[in-house]
Every structure is written in structure tokens, then in C-alpha cells.
């Protein structure tokens, strides 16, 4: 498998006569967690971190990590939890973490779903049952078909995911799916209509698709295309605006470096706000281009 | 309104009645509110969203007005009041903005004057006692009003914070329509009450409120129980909980939704008591649960 090496994301920079526009820090409701750090059995071309197999930037997280963490998150009274990575399923205590999240409160995984055997997929569904909270579960697939997606995604992504899927569908889970728009031909209609018939197909009656728009840094930059200058959040953008519709007023990302604004610039030094969450609860200024996409298309990785 | 027994700030009573969205569903109110006076509620209270989903949005208004139930406003009354585009519901699915698209034009049309004056008088959110605790009254949560707060979703850490912020002992919500109770120790609780317009997506036609009672007074004692799917009172640490089921002649509202040309999706909901729509934002436990 061949894919982008680590340091292929282009840090971003403001243009020096714009202003920078912040978001208000409102309410810690999400904490995710990127317990598979930024390793990834798959180096998909469209990655915003750049995961590989070989991308180490962020080690996976320890369970002593995590449940320090969920501790600290539970004093500041989070609503709901997320994992992502990576590959979550990559990492060896993934159950483990899983376990201690859903003794505190609901949690979504994020995966690429091709590690997820029948076994695991058992294994999850106890977990699930045992707990008084959902466990939601979204695969990552960009194309219906496989060839489409493979060639994002690389060879063989699409067959394991779908085995992914049926594995978790037998366990008694309704898996949603994640969907970026490589294409930006491709209308959000044709997109919930061909993935709603891949999901039905594979026993998913109950099909939730969300539509990504890509974020034009790491692997992306370099596959189609990084943002202009002026792809930034000015102060005006952001008058009148909800600042609740950004997940960076009301989410924080912890990973095995620290606790960063979003999944979406853990590569970025300058998004890394703090060693502890305490630390993280102010205002943050919305400095790069991926902050004028979730601006401009309402971009959430939670709902 | 039934006079408040204590001379508090906030009115008490040792129980009361919360009823969450109506939906237009006129046939369940009326006999909600029976059901609820059968019981010996003190006081009732409406929770929110008047109109929605159901027919001829006056009707349910009208009752509310005639009985002189007080209540909070939910965002379908909000943005009914204000003429918004859309209802505010916060789903995120295009089939489900499709589905309450269609029910939130209807409702604006056909809601007249009189009943847009009731709703624009309706509070943000109301406080009241219920025994020795502090009960917030609100719709979606303490801190927003279309806020989903699902019995799987919403962790007892997360309702300590907003006991905390918000400054009660207990706080009762709907929007979700489904109803749910989770006790926090040391007095502390959160209610939803669920809703009195549309099943619970359990498959029953029957709709449900929620009557609250402080713990040891003579209503929680008395509180009947054992009726078919009735939950049994929970939650004994300073408040007692009760999920009441109310049977209604759900055929008569299915008829009036059809003369309407409301969509047969929601006359199915009416008739089966499995939601059809608005199902995208369920969480997992809840999803399961249904049919769809």
C-alpha cells in the first residue's frame, strides 16, 4: 500500500493584512478521542491528517491515558464522547476504552470498518448491551463502487469495509456511513441514493449517510487541491453567525500529545490548546482554511 | 390554574402532571388532561410545541387556553409565532426536513390568531416545587430549546451540569418524544416526559405524560399502578416518577389527518405507534427499539 508520508500536510498560513476571526468557547459537550492516533491500515488520498501505516505524528492512546481523560471530561459534566483516529480498531485495547467510555456516557466510533471480524463485532455488541448508553458506530466509504473507492481508499478498502458492515449489521447494529465529496460533481441527492442502496443491500435497512465536505489540508491538498488566501473566516463571517454551529465552541479532540480545538487540525501545532482539557476552555481563532469549510458547509463530526 | 399550596417564590404541590408536545394531537390532550385530574394532580403543566404533525393546530391550542394550563414554550410554538421557514426541530436528515417541512407549512396555514396570541404568551421555561424539590420546567433542556436530550444519550454527569447551572434539584423535558427517568442521587432527577401527541415509537397507539410526586406525600402513596405496560413509580430519593399511558380514540385523529391530506407516513405513526419519519436522529438503544 502506497500512500502520502507523514509530513505531507501543508501547515497553513494566515495572509498577513487579514484579520483572524475567533469562535467563543461555549460549552464542552464532545470530547473525541484519537485513540489510533494517526495510524491507519489505509493511507487514503483524501486524508486531512495524512494517516498511513507508517504516519506516527500521534501514537495511539494507552487505556491509563484515556480513562485519566474520561475522569477529568466527567467532572466537566461532557454530554457524549467520540473515538476516531487512525484506525480505532487498530489499537489493542480498543474494547477496553470503549468500556470505560460507555460506563460514562454515549460514544461514536469512527472507522474505516475493515478490522471489525464477526468476533469483534460480538464483542462490540455486549459492550453496547452491558451499557445504559448507545454506541453508535460510522464507517468512512467514498464511493458505491468499488473501484471508485479504492482508488481513494486503496485496494481491497471497499470489500472489507462491506464485510465490516455485514459483521456489525449480524451483531444487531444499524452502522452509518461517512461519506466525503471527492467529486464535487456529485450532488448530496445521487450520493444518499446510491449509498442508501449499497446500505440495503448489505442488510442496513435503517440507513444514515453523512456527507462530508473535504478539508483541503494533508493528503487532500495534494490530491485535488489546498485553499486560496482568501478561503478564511474573516470577523465579519462571523457576525450574526451561531457560533454553536462550529464544533470547536462546544468539542475538544485529546490525543496522546495533548488536547487540540478538532479533529481536523491535530496536525497543526498551533491547534494544540492544552496538556489538560481544563486548559482548552477558551476562545480559539479560526486561523485556517479547514475552519472557513465547517463555516461555510456546517461541517460536524458528531451528528 | 389550581392554586399553588405554599406561600414560595415557585408554586409547590405535591404532585403534578407534565405533559409534553401536543403536535395538534387534540383528541389526546383532551384525554390526557382527564387522566391526569383522575389522578389528582395539583397542577398540570404543558411542556410545549402546540401544533405540528397533527390536524386543524387551533384545536389543541383551544383546549389549552379553555383549561388555562400553563406552560413553556417549544421551538414549533416559537417559530410558528414568529412565521419562521421552518420549525427549528434540529434534524439533520433531508427525508426528515422533507417530512417536518411539509408538517410545519401545514401548521403555519392553518394556525389562526387567537391561538398564535396564546403561544406568543407561552415562558421560556417555568420553576416550580414538587415537594421539597426544585423543578425546572423547559422543553428540549435547560440551556436550549431544541435540544434532544434521549435516555441513551444523556449522561448523569451531563445532568448534574445543567442541575448545577441552571440552579435545580430536578429539571422536565420533551422534544424528544419519548419518555425517560434517570436519578442522580442526593435528590436529583431528569424527567422527560415524553409526549402527548404522537406514541412513544414503542408500538402502542397509546400516547404518555409523566406525573411527579413528592416522595411519601399521600398522592405518591395513592398513585394507581399495574395497568397494562403502566410503569410502576421510580426514583423514591425525594421524588417519585410515574409514566402514565393514555388510551384515546386514535382512529377519529387518523381520519381527521387524512381529510387534512396530511402524509400517510404520520397517520401510519397515529395508527401503529412506530414512528415512520424523524428517525435519523435517534441513538442507537432508541433506534432499535422501533420498527424503522
Known sequence: MTGPPAARWTPMTTPAAAATASVPFLSLDTLWLQVGGTVCNLACTHCFISCSPTNHTHEMMGLGEVVALLDEAERLGVRDYGVTGGEPFLNREIFEILDAILARGPVLVLTNGMLVTPAKAARLARLADESEYSLDIRISLDAPEEAANDAIRGRGAFRKAIEGMRNLVGAGFQPGIAVTRVDEATTNEEILESFGALLRANGVARSRVKIFEPWRIGAEAARARGYAPDERVTPEMMEGFPPERLQCSTSRIATARGVWVCPILVNEDRARMGSTIAETLTSFPLYSGACWTCHRFGASCRV | ?292
Open chain 2, 1 to 292: 390554574m389550581i392554586a399553588p399550596v405554599r406561600e414560595d417564590s415557585e408554586p409547590g404541590f405535591d404532585r403534578v402532571a407534565l405533559l409534553g408536545g401536543a403536535y395538534a394531537n387534540h383528541v389526546a390532550l383532551r384525554a390526557a388532561l382527564a387522566e391526569a385530574r383522575a389522578r389528582g394532580a395539583g397542577a398540570i403543566y404543558f411542556l410545549g410545541d402546540a401544533g405540528g404533525f397533527g390536524p386543524h393546530p387551533d384545536r389543541a391550542v383551544e383546549i389549552l387556553a379553555e383549561e388555562g394550563i400553563p406552560g413553556v414554550a417549544g421551538n414549533y410554538d416559537i417559530a410558528v409565532v414568529r412565521g419562521d421557514p421552518d420549525c427549528g426541530c434540529g434534524y439533520t436528515d433531508p427525508r426528515d426536513n422533507h417530512y417536518a417541512q411539509m408538517s410545519y407549512d401545514y401548521t403555519l396555514r392553518k394556525t389562526g390568531p387567537a391561538a398564535r396570541a396564546y403561544l406568543a404568551d407561552l415562558a421560556p421555561s417555568l420553576r416550580i416545587r414538587v415537594g421539597d424539590r426544585r423543578v425546572l420546567l423547559c422543553h428540549g433542556s435547560p440551556r436550549r430549546v431544541n435540544e434532544f436530550l434521549w435516555e441513551s444519550t444523556t449522561p448523569r454527569a451531563f445532568v448534574a451540569r445543567l442541575l448545577d447551572e441552571h440552579d435545580a434539584d430536578v429539571f422536565a423535558c420533551t422534544h424528544t418524544g419519548i419518555h425517560w427517568h434517570r436519578a442522580l442521587g442526593g435528590g436529583r432527577h431528569v424527567v422527560n416526559v415524553g409526549a402527548v401527541g404522537r406514541p412513544a415509537n414503542d408500538g402502542r397507539a397509546e400516547v404518555w405524560f409523566a406525573m411527579l410526586s413528592a416522595a411519601g406525600s399521600s398522592g405518591a402513596a395513592n398513585a394507581p399502578s399495574g395497568a397494562d405496560g403502566e410503569r410502576p413509580p421510580t426514583g423514591s430519593d425525594g421524588l417519585s416518577v410515574e409514566f402514565v399511558p393514555v388510551a384515546y380514540d386514535y382512529k377519529t385523529l387518523a381520519r381527521e389527518m387524512a381529510e387534512e391530506s396530511l402524509p400517510p407516513e404520520f397517520i401510519e405513526t397515529i395508527l401503529t405507534g412506530w414512528w415512520t419519519t424523524c428517525l435519523e436522529i435517534l441513538p442507537a438503544k432508541e433506534r432499535a427499539r422501533g420498527r424503522y
